[in-house]
């Protein structure tokens, strides 16, 4: 069964970081669109991030500044750094490869004091 992989979410305060990880199967990573995206209680689901294969990304205007996107290829992986963390910032985060059907199982990031 393939799987996106998350972790390294957790507790932080107000303006805090954190760098989320997600591990994709080689086969799905290299071809494909990866994304982060957050669901804070209450709300949809939202795009936040998305990389292209070749390392283009997009931020959303929300995090613009604050979040950024990167990819390694070796590892599969890719990476979503989360600088000067709002309350506001409170979801669940996923990973996904772009146009696959494909998510993680979710990471929960808490900022507060």
């Known amino acids: 069964q393939v799987q996106l992989v998350e972790s390294g979410g957790g507790l932080v305060q107000p303006g805090g970081s954190l760098r989320l990880s997600c591990a994709a199967p080689g086969s799905i990573f290299s071809r494909n669109v990866m994304g982060w995206y957050r669901q804070a209680p209450g709300k949809e689901r939202a795009s936040v991030a998305l990389i292209t294969t070749d390392g283009r990304a997009s931020v959303h205007d929300s995090v613009k500044g604050r979040f950024s996107i990167s990819r390694d290829n070796a590892k599969n992986t890719v990476y979503l750094q989360m600088n000067n963390l709002k309350p506001e910032d409170t979801a669940v985060y996923y990973c996904?490869?772009?146009?696959?059907?494909?998510w993680g199982q979710g990471t929960q990031v808490t900022v507060s004091s």
């Open positions: 996904n490869a772009i146009g696959t059907g494909l």
